[in-house]
């Protein structure tokens, strides 16, 4: 190996260890205490512990003021509903939709799309009061199905823009050639446009499940403990007795794995959604 490919391994293990280091001191603090958590200096030598882990699954927080009930399991499960659902809700509405804006061109088309898409980067305070209002009239509040229509203010855009431009890389000769066997246009999105578009609706897919589930404001307004995902419940571990850290990085580390193991079982999908689009030779 030159000196050159090794400075430059070097470089990369260096900054790899930069981006990593946090995440991997979320989990040393997940098995620490708050004594040793608050220690100065810091210590990577200390004497492990799984309360942490125990407190949240069984729902008690031990405090110095007392016990505190907190069903974090159950803010687990909320924020798998409203993710999960608000991805299939999503997928439904906007695979077709994309479809029909790479496809077609019809007047204000394009305006349209813009219109869609910037519904992601309005701020959310700017809908937040009028949606409560109208919640509270329709009997919406505190539900999962309110929650996940709000949602789509942040996924469908995504997945609208996404798949559109894996649809409009698909060649339209390979449609046509479809049609002319006398097939329809709704066989032929389904049969050939949807497996080739694949990769990019499972990357949409995956995308949109993790900003829905990273969401903190439309639930902390529009909802309650309840219907409260993770992100929201994270408050119930500031206390009055002071802030619990270890339980706070253990509530981090279990909020972590549902979406790393998304995004590792979407990734087959993301493989075999490029081997079907493939030109074979």
Known sequence: MSIRSLLRALGLLAVGLFFLFPLFWVLMMSFMTNADILRSPPSLIFEPTVSNYTSLLSGSLASQVGTLNVDYVQNLMNSFILAAGSVVLSLLLAVPAAYAFARFRFRGGENMAFTILS???APPLLVLIPLLGYFRQIGLTDSYI???????????PLVLWIVRGYFED?????EYAYRLDGHSWW???TRIALPLARPGIASAGLLAFIFAWNNFIFALVLGSSRVQ???VGALNFVTASGIQYGQIAAALV???LPTLA???YAQR?????LSLGAVKG
């Not at 309110?146 to 469908?156: H, K, M, N």
């Not at 999908?269 to 959604?273: K, P, T, W």
Request: net charge negative; hydrophobic share 60%; no cysteine.
């Open 119 to 121: 519904f992601k980067f």
């Open 146 to 156: 309110g929650l996940i229509w709000v949602y789509q203010l942040i996924t469908l």
């Open 170 to 174: 698909i060649s339209e000769d390979v």
């Open 187 to 189: 066989e032929t999105f």
């Open 229 to 231: 995902p993770v992100t």
């Open 254 to 256: 279990l909020s972590i």
């Open 262 to 264: 998304v995004a590792l």
């Open 269 to 273: 999908f993301l493989v075999q959604g």
